[in-house]
Protein backbone atom coordinates (compact mmCIF):
# COMPACT_ATOMS: atom_id res chain seq x y z
CA UNK A 1 0.00 0.00 0.00
CA UNK A 2 1.20 3.68 -0.68
CA UNK A 3 0.39 6.59 1.43
CA UNK A 4 1.24 10.49 -0.05
CA UNK A 5 1.15 12.48 3.08
CA UNK A 6 0.83 16.81 2.78
CA UNK A 7 2.55 18.90 5.18
CA UNK A 8 3.53 22.59 5.37
CA UNK A 9 -0.15 24.34 4.97
CA UNK A 10 -1.53 26.82 6.97
CA UNK A 11 -2.52 30.98 7.28
CA UNK A 12 0.02 33.70 6.21
CA UNK A 13 -0.47 37.16 4.93
CA UNK A 14 -0.86 38.12 1.26
CA UNK A 15 2.94 38.39 0.07
CA UNK A 16 4.18 35.90 2.49
CA UNK A 17 5.77 31.94 1.46
CA UNK A 18 4.75 29.01 2.28
CA UNK A 19 6.42 25.40 2.02
CA UNK A 20 4.37 22.64 1.05
CA UNK A 21 5.77 19.08 1.36
CA UNK A 22 4.51 15.56 -0.14
CA UNK A 23 6.03 12.43 0.80
CA UNK A 24 5.54 9.07 -0.19
CA UNK A 25 5.56 5.82 1.50
CA UNK A 26 4.44 2.18 1.04
CA UNK A 27 6.30 -0.53 -1.56
CA UNK A 28 7.16 1.59 -4.02
CA UNK A 29 9.66 0.72 -7.11
CA UNK A 30 9.84 4.08 -8.97
CA UNK A 31 7.47 7.24 -8.79
CA UNK A 32 7.53 9.02 -12.51
CA UNK A 33 5.78 12.54 -12.41
CA UNK A 34 4.95 14.71 -9.05
CA UNK A 35 2.13 16.81 -9.26
CA UNK A 36 0.68 19.92 -7.22
CA UNK A 37 -3.07 20.63 -7.54
CA UNK A 38 -5.18 22.93 -5.95
CA UNK A 39 -9.04 23.35 -5.43
CA UNK A 40 -10.57 26.47 -4.03
CA UNK A 41 -13.88 26.70 -3.07
CA UNK A 42 -16.79 26.07 -5.44
CA UNK A 43 -14.51 25.75 -8.28
CA UNK A 44 -12.50 22.88 -10.13
CA UNK A 45 -9.20 21.36 -8.90
CA UNK A 46 -6.46 22.72 -11.14
CA UNK A 47 -2.92 21.77 -12.01
CA UNK A 48 -0.59 24.37 -10.12
CA UNK A 49 2.82 22.24 -11.12
CA UNK A 50 4.57 19.32 -12.00
CA UNK A 51 7.95 17.73 -11.90
CA UNK A 52 9.08 14.64 -13.74
CA UNK A 53 11.26 12.10 -12.69
CA UNK A 54 14.46 13.58 -14.01
CA UNK A 55 13.42 16.81 -12.42
CA UNK A 56 12.00 18.93 -15.30
CA UNK A 57 9.31 21.32 -13.80
CA UNK A 58 6.35 23.11 -15.68
CA UNK A 59 3.91 25.57 -14.00
CA UNK A 60 0.45 26.99 -14.85
CA UNK A 61 0.72 30.52 -15.90
CA UNK A 62 -1.00 31.80 -13.01
CA UNK A 63 1.57 31.19 -10.35
CA UNK A 64 5.04 30.81 -12.73
CA UNK A 65 7.56 33.23 -11.46
CA UNK A 66 6.11 32.97 -7.85
CA UNK A 67 5.84 28.75 -7.74
CA UNK A 68 9.08 26.25 -7.45
CA UNK A 69 8.65 22.57 -7.42
CA UNK A 70 11.07 20.45 -6.88
CA UNK A 71 11.61 16.92 -5.48
CA UNK A 72 14.18 14.66 -3.62
CA UNK A 73 14.40 11.11 -4.95
CA UNK A 74 16.00 9.42 -2.49
CA UNK A 75 13.14 10.78 0.02
CA UNK A 76 10.57 10.31 -2.10
CA UNK A 77 9.31 13.45 -1.53
CA UNK A 78 8.00 16.94 -3.35
CA UNK A 79 8.18 20.10 -2.33
CA UNK A 80 6.63 23.30 -3.45
CA UNK A 81 7.85 26.76 -2.16
CA UNK A 82 5.32 29.22 -2.72
CA UNK A 83 6.44 33.37 -2.68
CA UNK A 84 4.30 36.37 -2.96
CA UNK A 85 1.38 34.74 -1.83
CA UNK A 86 -2.27 36.15 -2.94
CA UNK A 87 -5.27 36.01 -1.73
CA UNK A 88 -6.46 34.22 -4.70
CA UNK A 89 -4.13 31.00 -4.15
CA UNK A 90 -6.28 30.34 -1.19
CA UNK A 91 -7.07 26.45 -1.24
CA UNK A 92 -6.72 23.01 -0.66
CA UNK A 93 -3.78 21.64 -1.83
CA UNK A 94 -2.60 18.58 -3.10
CA UNK A 95 -0.26 15.99 -3.80
CA UNK A 96 -0.42 13.54 -6.76
CA UNK A 97 2.24 10.87 -8.21
CA UNK A 98 2.60 8.07 -10.36
CA UNK A 99 3.80 5.75 -8.48
CA UNK A 100 5.34 1.85 -9.30
CA UNK A 101 4.68 -0.48 -6.57
CA UNK A 102 6.28 -3.67 -6.20
CA UNK A 103 4.23 -6.40 -7.23
CA UNK A 104 2.50 -4.73 -10.10
CA UNK A 105 3.43 -4.17 -13.45
CA UNK A 106 2.49 -0.37 -14.19
CA UNK A 107 2.25 3.17 -13.00
CA UNK A 108 -0.75 4.30 -11.36
CA UNK A 109 -1.65 7.63 -9.68
CA UNK A 110 -2.31 8.41 -5.85
CA UNK A 111 -3.57 11.24 -4.18
CA UNK A 112 -2.99 12.80 -0.75
CA UNK A 113 -5.43 14.12 1.39
CA UNK A 114 -4.55 17.53 1.07
CA UNK A 115 -3.74 20.28 3.01
CA UNK A 116 -5.39 24.16 3.30
CA UNK A 117 -3.94 27.14 2.71
CA UNK A 118 -5.12 30.53 3.63
CA UNK A 119 -4.09 33.70 2.29
CA UNK A 120 -5.32 36.48 4.00
CA UNK A 121 -4.46 40.01 6.01
Known amino acids: QVQLVESGGGLVQPGGSLRLSCAASGSIFSINYMRWFRQAPGKQRELVAHITSGGSPNYADSVKGRFTISRDNAKNTVYLQMNSLKPADTAVYYC???????????????WGPGTQVTVSS
Open 96 to 110: NADIWTQGTLSYRGY
